[in-house]
């Protein structure tokens, strides 16, 4: 390996040039590197959804689901199958395997196994639709409104607005939520068309028929060609009004308008109307095109967003909803200035210890190593965003070691008299291959988090990706740039007397050191009951690991949270839109709720994915989802806390979970219980027991059950012989029910380039009355006779479930519950001797879900390569040192990191999550790193001197000056992350600050300690 540091000397000229390259070439690079808020996830999930008007969700459960199930089970990709039903639609959720990372042709497999089974399913089935967009984010989300204006109105803008964002170069689509789609209502009373011997059929059979678009020939003559266009399409709404309808057995004609209502309307129930702070509004939801730079993506949409307000109408107005580019850059700038801020702190402890000459050589290497790893990150494809950004914090303690130790020998070797030259050379003949050891050791101890097959694994694998790019950077400069940089600004000059601050802190160093050394003198003499003192510490973390709260992922500190606002099973749509209005006003009210900003209610449906970790709730008329940003993070709590009291108080019907949003790759989804099994009866009772056990626990927040309450079914029991004796049949019966209640397509209105279907229905009076049920008449086509509904069926009332909900074919009920204190985990182990005894019938199951789930899963795929990397750590060591007791001197230092960790989490009240058990890994490659240096410098030592002891005493204090250095700059370099870096990292970094601090004092007694016990050292007479 001198062989590179040779070439560095011997070409000094290229080198510099290759240090400028790398300099100008970072910079370049930096200006314009991808960037985004957290690490892109792949969402593995596809909708399908299927629909059959009216049809129950036993019904629809049986004779749709169960085959499309069946069908999706049959792709080998296919990891969950989630399937929510409710009358007369199936919404069923794939998802695959974690180690599928190209998942479009997996979705074309899925859209031609659902091509495949539809012509299997009952006749008027919708579908199955393949939605594979289910994860596309929409970082901006705009809010057109206007009070004055007409749901048409808006609609028309929001579709010229969606025309114009889709032409930008970065959009990659944009899609509209709130829009209210125009329908022709003509409503009925069905006594009228009594009187005149009509019945809805037939005026839809006269519509059919005269408003047509059919080809009426080409005449050919005289060598040319004339297409012959007949009319008959309706122009106008009038047109409509004034069709002739003959009366049977008359020839009397009578105008539409004198027989039905001829309405334009919209969509009756409305479908999934929106609010902006509590106005009608249409939202346009933004996606990026992958892999871009989010600033210049704003930069296009903002330009034309600014553009287009100057074009919109007086009282039409375009604001914005959710806005991630500004957190981009918000969460961007601050992690850049952590990191500058770290850098800073880096430099200043290396130039205390290493003096301003060497502190300064050594220090330069830090934005060097940086810059070079930008280059890689692009190469590799990594973006810049906050756990990459966090990873370069990590590892510059990491790396700057290498630095410290390469260049205090040099400079031993100058001061023991060699030349600048030789000293450069043999510094890398004896440290290249031990620094890459240790670097190697270190990128094993991470490659667990980049090889991890889970979402949270992929999520925070970027942190892996950065740190073994820095580390071979670190690494390549130590060896390469350090060596001529030394040559260049120090040359072969012996380390002067120091002075002034140099001075004092020699003097520091010097004490510490006579301290150090009398007390490894004792440490080494009772070296066995110094190691036993070190286990009975470690047992004593494990311990105190009991006490601290474990949660997976924190809860995310921006300034929004969500509101799922759930009414009982069974409600309308328009009830539900009456309620939220109610809701979206006061919290639109700045009297009561001035710290809000805005608040955006999407009824019957969820709105846009604006971010990666939250999907948006299923549709549901009963149910609304609010997305709520405050003016600053610290002010959700209070307006959290007054929506719950007026939901509770003002709107008793409803019932709202308040969530804050989640980070990571996971998180923020509480305790959830899966119970199984086939009987839905079962299912239930066993939930509702289940739920009043959790009640009875104080201070909980919300208990979710996701099957809802059950509703009522009117079954309408046709006799079929009276039936057929009336000239009836199926079919009729439930067509002229169709055509009373929902409305029956008649035909299509044209205006434009726009389609407006035109409906015929019965009035509001009647289609929104029991009774009317009873008074309906049939006509016979048979006997051209009216037939009363009541002459032919029976009418009955059932109570069945409002949805039914399955996972992997299988009937599934999930509670979800959230402890206002206490974290999943917590509230799992306070529960548990509930659980324990809780008794299921055979056939049927407990599980769980949510995070506690979701941790354990993480754990398991981050564990899962640990065994293969411990190896890969283990062949190192013995290769480097052909040795087995030496490697066992490292490995069994390992533990030693969480001591300082577990009493760092106790001090500081943090919980232990996913996040801190990646800070456990780092603390392992930095323990280990130590280590193999430490041992390095004994067998130095023993190759010069006759007692063990002696070579152990001088090693130690040889690199104690490199370790506390090393323990300095990556504790204190992490302050800025604990105290800055938000939710997501201050675990992180205390694991590792307590950790380093505490595992590195430990070191520099018990590798010595151990060492000598293994070796059986004796001080020579």
């Known amino acids: 390996m001198d062989l590179i540091t040779r070439f560095g000397l011997d070409r000094q000229r290229f080198s510099q040039f290759i240090l400028a390259a790398i300099i100008l070439f970072g910079l370049f690079l930096y200006s314009g590197f991808p ?9 593995r999930v596809a909708s399908v959804v299927a629909n059959f008007e009216g049809m129950s969700p036993s019904r629809m459960e049986n004779l749709i689901v169960k085959p499309i199930e069946k069908k999706i089970k049959e792709l080998e990709e296919v990891k969950d199958i989630t399937v929510s039903i409710r009358t007369g639609e199936a919404i069923i959720n794939v998802t695959v395997h974690d180690r599928y990372t190209d998942v479009a042709p997996i979705w074309q497999k899925l859209r031609n196994k659902m091509k495949d089974i539809a012509g299997s399913l009952p006749e008027g089935t919708q579908g199955p639709f393949v939605n594979d967009d289910y994860g596309r984010v929409a970082p901006i989300t705009l809010a057109l409104t206007g009070s004055d204006y007409s749901h048409a109105e808006l609609r028309e803008v929001a579709r010229r607005l969606q025309d114009e964002f889709n032409a930008l170069p970065l959009v990659a689509r ?121 600033a210049e993506f704003a930069r296009q949409v903002d330009q034309l967003a600014d553009q287009q307000r100057q074009l919109l109408p007086v009282g039409l107005e375009l604001k914005r909803v959710n806005y991630q580019p500004a957190v981009v850059d918000k969460q961007i700038n601050e992690a850049l200035s952590n990191l500058f801020q770290t850098v800073l702190v880096v430099l200043a402890v290396v130039m205390v210890f290493l003096g301003l000459r060497l502190g300064l050589l050594v220090g330069s290497l830090v934005p060097l ?128 007397k120091p002075s002034g601050l140099d001075a004092m802190v020699s003097g520091i160093v010097s004490r510490l050191q006579a301290g150090y050394s009398a007390i490894l003198k004792g440490i080494l003499q009772f070296r066995k009951v110094f190691l036993l003192a070190m286990i009975g510490l470690f ?17 995310s500190s921006s300034n929004q949270f969500v509101v799922y606002l759930d009414l009982p099973a069974g409600t309308d749509i328009r009830k539900t839109q009456e309620v939220t209005q109610t809701f979206s006003d006061w919290l639109a009210d700045k009297e009561q709720n001035p710290e809000l900003v805005s608040a955006t209610a999407y009824i019957g449906d969820g709105g846009p994915r604006f971010i990666q970790s939250l999907s948006p709730p299923d549709p549901a008329p ?24 007026f939901v509770l108080t003002q709107l008793p019907d409803a019932r709202a979970r308040i969530e804050k949003l989640g980070v990571g790759g996971g998180g923020g989804k509480g305790l959830a219980l899966r119970l199984i099994g086939p009987n839905k009866e079962v299912l239930q009772d066993k939930a509702n027991e289940l739920v009043d056990n959790l009640r009875r626990i104080p201070d909980m927040k919300s208990i979710h059950n996701d099957w809802e309450s059950p509703v009522a079914k009117i079954i309408v029991k046709v006799d079929q012989s009276r039936a057929r004796r009336a000239g009836l049949d199926s079919s009729l019966i439930a067509n002229a029910l169709q055509a009373h209640f929902s409305g029956m397509d008649v035909s299509d209105y044209r205006e434009g380039d726009k389609v407006i279907p035109i409906r015929m229905r019965a009035d509001q009076d009647k289609r929104s009355s029991l009774d009317s049920l009873r008074q309906i008449t049939i006509m016979s086509p048979t006997n051209q006779s009216f037939v009363p509904l009541l002459q032919v069926v029976e009418i009955d009332a059932v109570i069945e479930p409002s949805q039914i909900r399955r996972r992997n074919l299988e009937r599934t009920i999930e509670l979800s519950a959230k402890h206002q204190i206490w974290p999943a985990a917590t509230l799992l182990e306070n529960i548990q001797p509930m659980l324990d005894s809780f008794e299921l019938p055979p056939g049927h199951r407990l599980e769980l879900a949510g995070d506690v789930a979701d941790s354990d899963s993480a754990n398991a795929a981050l564990f899962e390569y640990m065994p293969a990397c411990l190896m890969g750590i283990v062949i190192l060591l013995v ?143």
């Open 35 to 43: 960037s985004r808020e957290e690490p892109q996830i792949i969402i």
């Open 174 to 294: 944009v899609s509209l939520h709130g829009i209210q789609e125009e329908r022709i209502w003509l409503n009925f009373n069905e006594a009228k068309l009594l009187q005149n011997q009509l019945q809805s059929s037939q005026i839809t059979n006269e519509l059919k028929n005269q408003n047509v678009i059919l080809p009426a020939g080409i005449i050919e003559a005289d060598g040319d060609r004339f297409v012959i266009e007949p009319t008959g399409t309706y122009q106008s709404v009038e047109d409509i009004k004034n069709t002739l309808v003959k009366l049977p057995n008359s020839e009397s004609m009578v105008y539409l308008r004198d027989l039905v209502d001829v309405e334009r309307g919209y969509q009756d129930p409305p479908a999934s109307p929106v609010t902006f702070n509590g106005q009608t509004a249409v939202i346009l939801g933004i996606s990026q095109i992958p892999n871009t730079a989010i």
């Open 369 to 496: 190593t940086i810059l070079l790893s930008l280059i890689g990150m692009n190469a590799w494809g990594v973006e810049l965003q906050i756990v990459s950004i966090a990873a370069i914090i990590i590892a510059l303690g990491l790396l700057v070691d290498n630095g410290i130790v390469m260049a205090e020998d040099i400079k031993r070797r100058i001061d023991d008299g060699e030349t600048m030259y030789d000293a450069a050379v043999d510094a890398a003949k004896s440290l290249s291959i031990p620094l890459l050891s240790s670097s190697l050791t270190t990128i094993l101890a991470f490659m667990p988090l980049m090889l991890a097959d889970n979402q949270a694994g992929e999520y925070i694998s970027s942190l892996s990706q950065v740190i073994i790019l820095a580390l071979l950077s670190s690494w390549f400069l130590s060896i390469y740039a350090l060596p001529m940089l030394y040559a260049k600004f120090v040359g072969d000059k012996k380390a002067a």
């Open 539 to 555: 047992a004593l973390s494990v311990f105190a690991m009991a006490f601290i709260p474990k949660e997976f992922f924190p809860p």
């Open 622 to 645: 009963n149910a609304a989802f609010f997305v709520v940003t405050a003016k600053e993070a610290d002010g959700i709590d209070d307006i959290a806390r007054r929506s719950r009291d």
């Open 879 to 1021: 290769l480097q040192f052909n040795s087995a007791r030496r490697p066992a001197v490292i490995l069994l230092t390992i533990p030693l990191c969480l001591i300082g960790a577990s009493f760092g989490l106790l001090i500081t009240g943090e919980s232990f999550g996913f996040m801190c058990m990646l800070g456990l890994f780092s603390l392992a490659g930095i323990i280990i790193n130590n280590g193999i240096v430490l041992i390095e410098r004994i067998e130095e030592e023993r190759a010069e001197r006759d007692s063990i002891l002696d070579s152990i005493q001088a090693a130690c204090e040889a690199r104690m000056r490199p370790i506390l250095v090393t323990t300095c700059t990556t504790a204190l370099g992490l302050i800025p992350l604990i105290l800055f870096g938000g939710s997501l990292w201050s675990g992180m970094g205390i694991v590792i600050a307590f950790g380093i601090v505490v595992g590195s004092l430990l070191t520099l007694g018990f590798v010595p300690a151990l060492y000598a016990v293994l070796f059986k050292a004796e001080y020579k007479s």
